[in-house]
């Protein structure tokens, strides 16, 4: 392999200048030092995205290195997290040579600029089979500020970030032809492959939100995490469902389109709940970063109801797509 | 795949379990908390280790989960901090069942018991390639204590804990056929399979070793990063390495057989250097530990030597061994 960089090339040319941090050492040692700042906790996520199963090999690098990057950011985001920077577990195939490396590097390091965060280290190993990127992330938030999945309320109001469905159309059509225009594909594909992790509308919904989780295995899938650790049943309005022009166009706007933009994961959005009461607080916090939409209410129960435009329910054969 | 297991089911079954911190929330939320204790910081650190390249297909899924979290509590030894937990990314290829999970699972639970550490969180993904385990490992250490690579000073002493080599000889003995007797090729392939972290060792050097590291890739070869961040010359004496019984039982004493040691990866000991003064301290240090054994001395210049009984550098054609 003529082409294939030595462990300590890569970290040299391509990793060092992308560790920041003070604690980041520049790479130089076995592991690196992180401090919260004073009055602060440390959030940590792991997500780690495999060749074949979260992307495909053709992807661009420099779009798989901001995909894996940001699909962490976002939890860091629900979470109402300042980021902070990231540890990088590479596993590579022999196929990988320098030129993909460096635009690998080129997207971790737009999105450092783009997002404010520092790699801190990690480990490059080599493997016999798919490419595998693993992601540990970090943040900051004031002790006891996270918003957790677990404080929904009964009559809390349910609200969801941005428009849903349009990774999970961008998925279909970056794998199958459809007839759609170039600018509905560009769109939706671009919405799968370049999630936007929400972090300046979760630091803005600190001890607004009750809960929030992002949305990466579905609409419904991922409220019925709330509905269960918070002991409560969540009921979301189809018709008042965010679904993008571009997303209309290929789906229309049917109960079953929305089923399925409710279904389908990679989006990356924040759903939440808040107290009637801070609904006016919640509005203005998006005003600043993304736009939000209520889509339904909290209730004392269990379980996720998807509802038609009279209240019935809508029958939803699998509540979420998951990538294991 | 009728045994295989879903991802929420492992959870539940598996992995909620082992999650005892309370900033784990039982892995019912997006991310975890961690908070280093007051005039603490972070140390944090990631290894994955893949199928076919660290371990293979048919050891034993205990001894996986084993060596998966000591490679990574190994760094954190080395740089005198107290492990405190990890995070799991696991990528399950299709042959992966209940049963297997059950034993890796048991593996993760026995070492959080002797090491007293907690899981955090984690992501479970399946792969069309092989198993593939990324762990990042948290420890605390007082602010400003961790003990760097980049700070070993001329005439310091150089040290090594335990025996070396010994990973190497198991390796080879796992791959292949040898005529020793059981004991030894036991003895080595669980020096291998089932490496020390040696956190206690770690922890009483703090304030005494001016640099560490673990050995993992070779002692010369990781010897050579102190002295490189460093800025000094290391001269390591052949015959005062400290080998096993059993790995001369194997590979006798010769110099070739103490070059093979000293560049043969998966030790896991700690290599330190120590101020002349701190001798004594380093000797206490490690009676309550592991037996540590003086190896060399830093000079000004610049790189790492071995050298024979007479003083003589021993040409070594490469210096360690890498997995990548």
Do not use: C
């Amino acid at each position: 392999m003529s082409n294939r960089p030595s462990e300590f090339q890569l970290i040299a040319e391509l990793f060092a200048p992308l560790a920041e941090a003070p604690g980041a050492l520049k790479l130089t040692d076995d592991a690196a030092l992180i401090a919260p700042p004073a009055g602060h906790e440390l959030v940590i996520t792991t997500d780690a995205l495999v060749e074949g199963v979260h992307f495909l090999a053709d992807d661009p690098p420099l779009l798989i290195a901001k995909k894996a990057l940001r699909v962490n950011l976002s939890d860091l985001a629900a979470k109402g997290a300042e980021a902070a920077g990231y540890l990088l577990a590479l596993s590579l195939p022999a196929g990988i040579d320098m030129s993909w490396l460096k635009q690998f590097a080129e997207g971790l390091k737009q999105d450092q600029r783009e997002f404010g965060i520092s790699l801190y280290g990690g480990d490059t190993t080599s493997t016999p089979g798919p490419l595998t990127i693993a992601i540990t992330a970090f943040g900051f938030v004031p002790k006891g500020k996270m918003i957790r999945r677990a404080n929904a309320k009964p009559d809390d109001l349910v609200f969801v970030s941005g428009t849903i469905g349009d990774g999970g159309a961008g998925l279909a059509l970056s794998r199958e032809q459809h007839d759609v225009s170039h600018a509905v594909r560009d769109f939706l594909v671009h919405r799968y492959r370049e999630p936007r992790p929400r972090l300046a509308l979760g630091l803005a919904l600190r001890g607004i939100a009750n809960a929030a989780l992002d949305v990466s295995d579905g609409l419904l899938a991922d409220l019925g995490h709330i509905a269960e650790t918070s002991g409560v049943r969540i009921e979301i309005d189809a018709h008042r469902l965010p679904l993008s022009a571009a997303l209309q166009a290929v789906w229309g706007t049917t109960n079953e389109a929305r089923v399925r933009a409710a279904t389908s994961g990679d989006d990356y959005e924040i759903a939440f709940t808040v107290a009637p009461r801070f609904t006016a607080d919640a509005v203005k916090a998006a005003r600043n970063s993304t736009a939000i939409t209520e889509i339904g209410r909290v209730r004392a129960g269990q379980g996720v109801a998807l509802l038609d435009d009279q209240g019935r329910e809508i029958p939803v054969p699998a509540k979420g797509f998951t990538h294991f």
